[in-house]
């Protein structure tokens, strides 16, 4: 969760200052700055989704072989009878 709590943040100014920066790198400011603190926090959020999004791409991935199977095995059966 993404808390300002004294000074609003805009988009354009997010951008900026992740454009200069690595992954989890502090960005120059006191680190009681909230305006920093949120820059940080949006990073970790921001690789909190792309794990999430790899893993349901993986679970896809597996949901996809198994119905493969099951469609192979599934006519198996009905040639043996």
């Not at 300002?4 to 006191?30: D, K, W």
């Not at 999430?52 to 009878?81: P, T, Y």
């Amino acid at each position: 969760m993404v808390m300002v709590v004294s000074s609003v943040v805009t988009a354009a100014e997010i951008t900026r200052c992740e454009a200069h920066a690595l992954p989890g790198q502090f960005l120059g400011r006191a680190r009681k700055s909230p305006k920093w603190r949120v820059i940080i926090k949006v990073d970790a959020l921001r690789q909190k989704l792309e794990g999430k999004n790899q893993q349901m791409e993986q679970r896809d991935r597996r949901i996809k072989r198994l119905e493969g199977e099951f469609v192979n095995i599934k006519g198996e059966f009905k040639s043996e009878e």
